[in-house]
């Protein structure tokens, strides 16, 4: 009954997403593809009335056999293996020393997640097998075999690879393992509840193996060393490396989005390049235009995707967004008068017509600039003379050559310099206070809105009767 209630309760947390981390800072990357460890056969790694063995696991895929550790081959070395078998702790052993009938047990529920870290243990006494996920005992079933003792094999410890009959090695382990301690001891709830997350000495009673994956490297220059009393004649050594597999590295670190694309991008020039880091090692890599390449031409806007697998099952997903800038299309006039000139960007103008400028910006986007150039050749004619019995001249005015209507205000003085008309766009028909005036010369002052004429304009006009 105990079994079921604490079950129950490790599944609860499960649903939950509780996300249990490894404790201390790094942890061991494997890429499921061939990265592996040895350790050379040694007496205190077989078992001996008893053995445990726990560790920290983060896996990167949920199907399949993936082997944590062994110490096996399948041509009359099978000992044992600890493995995750489709999100199953699972253990697998021969006392014979034949894999032909190996007695297997595992978990009967699937109690290991992906891509969050859980605490696994096993442990095989003299008389029954148990296994831990979280500090917890999970209900087991015999799925081949029943309870015996281990077969003590002669083949190395094994991090992260299962050898087959042929020699080959299979079943890589894709992901991080942490904290791999091998016990000549039966472990139980209380002792591993008390010592999964917190740092060993190393001097523990029949503590004979402490992995702790502190140590710095990758590939084939990392060496695992072992942290107990039992010392460095238990070291683990990369016999399966990739280019830059195996490595330590921190939980944060790992789990971080190495491609890091920006969300959005606008050019105003196709092809445009994007890439991502291609310091990294990929297993495989797919833009959703179907370039496999760390860099894509981009021909024109859009929003852009790409997935990689940088070990197997391990996945990283980004997009961008690529914005074309258009063209910038700008107007401007200018009105210019007689022998006037203007400069726009360096260039001057002095000539009617229209022009075109291409500006290119910092960023290397052109816009245009559309110039209208105006001359305004403003001409103006004041008669000196007009006659109230002329036919076609009989009031006094000024005439403009624009097509535009230009506003005026005249003034007319006489030769004392008494104001005798004054009118807004008004012609002077001779008279003041309705009555002709005098003959003679008459002085006018003309205000316009023509910004290329004089203001006022002074000048004289005769009058005839």
Request: glycine share 8%; hydrophobic share 35%; charged share 15%.
């Amino acid at each position: 009954m105990k079994k079921i209630i604490e079950a129950i309760f490790l599944t609860i947390l499960l649903l939950k997403g509780l996300e249990i981390n490894a404790q201390i800072n790094k942890a061991l990357v494997l890429d499921g593809c061939n990265n592996f460890f040895e350790i050379y056969d040694e007496q205190p790694l077989d078992y001996d009335q008893e053995i445990s063995i726990e560790c920290w696991v983060l896996p990167n895929c949920d199907n399949g056999n993936n082997v944590i550790v062994s110490k096996e081959w399948c041509s009359g070395q099978f000992g044992y293996y600890l493995s995750l078998n489709d999100k199953r702790l699972f253990w697998s052993y021969s006392s014979n020393g034949l894999c032909t009938s190996p007695n297997n047990i595992r978990s009967v529920n699937q109690v290991i997640p992906t891509n969050q870290f859980s605490h696994i243990a096993v442990v095989h006494s003299s008389s029954e097998i148990k296994l831990f996920v979280n500090g917890l005992e999970v209900i087991t079933e015999y799925v081949q075999g029943t309870f015996g003792p281990i077969f003590n094999s002669s083949e190395p410890f094994r991090i992260g690879a299962y050898k087959n009959n042929s020699g080959g090695m299979s079943n890589f382990y894709s992901g991080l393992i942490d904290e791999i301690r091998v016990w000549n001891f039966e472990l139980n709830e209380a002792l591993i509840q008390q010592r999964m997350s917190i740092q060993l000495n190393g001097d523990e009673p029949d503590l004979i193996l402490y992995l702790d994956m502190e140590n710095d490297g990758q590939g084939s220059g990392l060496v695992l060393e072992n942290q107990s009393i039992v010392g460095s004649s238990l070291n683990a050594i990369p016999i399966g490396i990739g280019q830059t597999t195996p490595y330590t590295i921190g939980f944060e670190e790992y789990t971080f989005n190495i491609l890091n694309l920006n969300e959005e991008l606008s050019v105003c020039t196709f092809p445009v390049l994007v890439s991502i880091p291609n310091n990294v090692t990929y297993k495989n890599i797919t833009w959703n235009n179907g370039t496999n390449g760390t860099d894509i031409n981009i021909t024109n806007p859009g929003k852009f995707s790409v997935i990689v697998e940088v070990e197997k099952c391990k996945y990283y997903y980004d997009t961008i967004t690529i914005n074309e800038i258009p063209v910038i299309q700008n107007g401007e006039f200018f009105f210019l008068c007689e022998n006037e000139s203007v400069e726009i960007n360096g260039t001057i103008y002095d000539t009617d017509g229209s022009y075109q400028q291409t500006l290119t910006s910092s960023q290397g986007c052109d816009s245009i600039l559309n110039i209208e150039i105006i001359l305004n050749n403003q001409l103006i004619y004041i008669p000196n003379i007009f006659s109230s019995s002329s036919i076609q001249n009989q009031v006094f005015q000024p005439f403009f050559a624009s097509d535009s209507f230009t506003q005026y205000n005249m003034l007319i003085y006489d030769r004392w310099g008494n104001e005798i008309f004054s009118g807004q766009n008004n012609s002077w028909d001779g008279k003041f206070n309705d009555k002709y005036v005098e003959q003679g010369v008459y002085t006018y002052l003309i205000y316009t809105d023509e910004s290329c004429l004089k203001n006022p304009i002074v000048g004289s006009v005769t009058f005839i009767k």
